[in-house]
Structures are given as C-alpha cells and as structure tokens.
C-alpha cells in the first residue's frame, strides 16, 4: 500500500510517500521558519499563503524522487489537526482535490499521532507497549502506547507545553524564533551552578507538568538584571538554569511513568526531542535503570510529512475502510 502524507499544520510543508513494503520512499520538507523570524513567531496568515506556495512543488518532488505515479497511491493520508485552521485548509483541499480528481480516497490524521508513531520510521523502532513523552510547541503528554490507535493518557501540562517554554524564555533572552535550539546551544556555555530554577511538579504524586512558573522565573531574573545590563555570560547563565530545570522535570517524570507501568521503553516525539540536553538526560537515567529510549531520526523530530504518510499507513492497515471517497474534508 502507497500512501501520500501531507503535512501543513503550522510553519512547515511536508509531503511524503511512505510504502508499507518499502518503507519511506520519498519526503520534502519547507520550513517557513525564516518568514517568521522576523515577526519572533509564525504569523497565520502568512503560513496559510506560504503552504498554497510550496505544496504542489514539494508533491511533484515526492513523485519524481521516488519513481511512483500519481495512479500508483492507494490513499492520501492529510494533518487533520490540531493546528492553524488556515493552514490545515491548504493540506486538507489539496488532499482532498487530489483524491476527487484521482478517484482515491482520503483520510485525515492527528498531528499528534503523527508525532507520535514517528519512532517507528528508525532503524531500530521500539517494539509495543512502550511509555511515550511527547514535547512539541504545543503540547507536553506522557502517554502509554499499546498498539496503533491504543493510547492512554498519563499525564499532561495543565499550562505551557515545553516547547512553549522553550520559545518564550529564548524570547525573553532576546533570542530568535524558534527559540529551542537557540536556547539549547547558549545554554553550553553556561554556568549549572549561577542559576538554580524551579522544577515544577517535580514532587507531585502525578505526571502532570506545569511550565509556566519556569517562564516566569525566567523573566523575573531577566528584569533583575535590568533588561539592558545582561552580558553575553549572564544569558548563557540563565540559559543553562532553564534547560537544566526543565530536562531535570522532563527526565523524572519519564522515569516515573516507566516506574510505575513496568514498562521499560520510552519512546521521544515531537520538536523539543531534537534537544541535545534532554537526550543526554534521559539517555543517563535510563541506563542506570536498564530502560531503552527511542527517539525520531532528527528530521522527523520536528513537523514532517513523512509522519503523517507513516501514520496514516498505519491506520490503514488495521482498518481499510478509515479512508473515504469523501471529499467533504473538516479541519
Ligand atoms: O513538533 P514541533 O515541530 O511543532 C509542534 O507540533 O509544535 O515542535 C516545535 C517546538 C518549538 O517550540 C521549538 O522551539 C522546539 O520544538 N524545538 C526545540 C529544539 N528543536 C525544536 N526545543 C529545544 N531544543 C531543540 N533542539
Ligand atoms: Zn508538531
């Protein structure tokens, strides 16, 4: 089975072919990051239009690079939600005008599942059950993973999510957008020991997160200092109390999660999982305690459209019949 993914939730374009005999055949990606440095985060509007431009190319790229026919595919797979309404319209029409005008039926993916299952594109995919963290911009979710389609909640940020906190401290430091990896690189050069920045919840009886108390304690060393007195060395300093408070509350909390389902993998989705920090943490405790983590190739950490086609693949084959010949798409 061949199936097209189209991604475009927020600030990237993806598509992609994924073949359930041959794996991934092809994938492009258009980041808009660039666009929206200038503004210091995506400007709707602006997203929307940028989608419209770069989708019919990057399709015609999948279908070049990978040898296949518009008639070869089975079904396209198009980023549902959650995600910018305007932006979603630009996948789901052409998911949808694709499908009417090549008789092939569509089905629509959660963004989040998307992120989600993105481990099983590696090399070395994790086997079922396994604890997932997901740490995108928009959500933090620990999640126990039985199968496709079999989730169970565990814990969630009852405020920001990671990659929120992340952008909005980065921001504070006058760094650009998106703020994680810049974040993240300042952060080695920092002092551990200048700052010591609260963990929230770290204590707490659940696996809940909550990190919006860290942003805060992020401004209030900022304005402390008088916004114009920070030196280079004082942002990397506060740059390292941030990243150390949050992959110390991220890390305990995946540990907690294996601890308490017995399960001993954990699987990283979404952007924050690129963070070089957070990898090495988790990378620590695990082996102290003989769990395996998994992570996305890099390029599938952050929004693809290699997910989407993966995901929807997946969807497939427990259930055929999950794409329609209907074209009267909701976002
Ligand atoms: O999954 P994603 O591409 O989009 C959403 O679905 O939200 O995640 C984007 C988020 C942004 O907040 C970005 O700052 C963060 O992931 N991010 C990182 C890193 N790379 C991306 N955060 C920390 N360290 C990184 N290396
Ligand atoms: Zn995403």
């Known amino acids: 089975m061949l199936v097209l993914g189209i991604e475009s939730s927020c600030d990237e374009t993806g598509l992609a072919l994924y073949d359930t005999q041959q794996g991934l055949r092809a994938h492009a990606l258009y980041s808009q990051v660039k666009m929206h440095e200038e503004y210091g985060g995506v400007v709707p509007e602006l997203a929307s239009r940028d989608h419209i431009r770069r989708a019919i190319p990057l399709l015609e790229q999948v279908f070049a690079e990978s040898g296949a026919r518009r008639e070869d595919i089975d079904a396209i797979a198009y980023t549902q939600g959650p ?9 789901s029409s052409i998911a949808c005008g694709l499908g009417l005008a090549l008789d092939k039926p569509v089905l629509g993916v959660h963004h989040l599942e998307g992120h989600l299952l993105s481990p099983l594109l590696a090399s070395d995919p994790p ?8 740490v995108s911009g928009g959500h933090t979710q620990l999640m126990r993973v039985d199968g496709v389609g079999r989730y169970t909640m565990l814990g969630e940020t009852l405020d920001d999510a990671a990659g929120e906190a992340f952008d909005k401290s980065a921001k504070l430091l006058g760094l650009g957008y998106p703020g994680g990896p810049a974040i993240s690189r300042l952060a080695e050069f920092g002092d551990p020991d200048a700052y010591k920045l609260p963990r929230p919840m770290l204590h707490s009886k659940n696996l809940d997160f909550s990190f919006s108390g860290l942003k805060t304690a992020v401004l209030t060393v ?9 030196c280079e060395q004082d942002k990397a300093n506060i740059a390292r109390g941030f990243v150390d408070a949050i992959v110390d509350v991220l890390t305990a909390k995946c540990m907690n999660a294996l601890k308490e389902t017995g399960l001993k993998r954990l699987v990283i989705a979404g952007g924050v ?6 990898r090495e943490s988790l990378n620590a405790a695990a082996a102290k305690r003989r769990y395996k983590v998994y992570y996305p190739e890099l390029e599938f ?20 019949t999950a794409a329609k010949k209907d074209y009267a798409f909701n976002v």
Do not use: E, S
């Open 273 to 278: 999982g690129a963070n070089r920090q957070l």
């Open 83 to 91: 995600g910018l309404a305007g932006a979603l319209l630009v996948g």
């Open 301 to 320: 950490c952050t929004d693809n459209g290699a997910m989407i086609a993966f995901a929807g693949a997946m969807r497939l084959q427990i259930d055929p």
């Open 222 to 230: 900022v304005k402390n200092h008088g916004d114009a007195n920070l």
């Open 127 to 134: 086997a079922f059950p396994f604890i997932a963290l997901l």
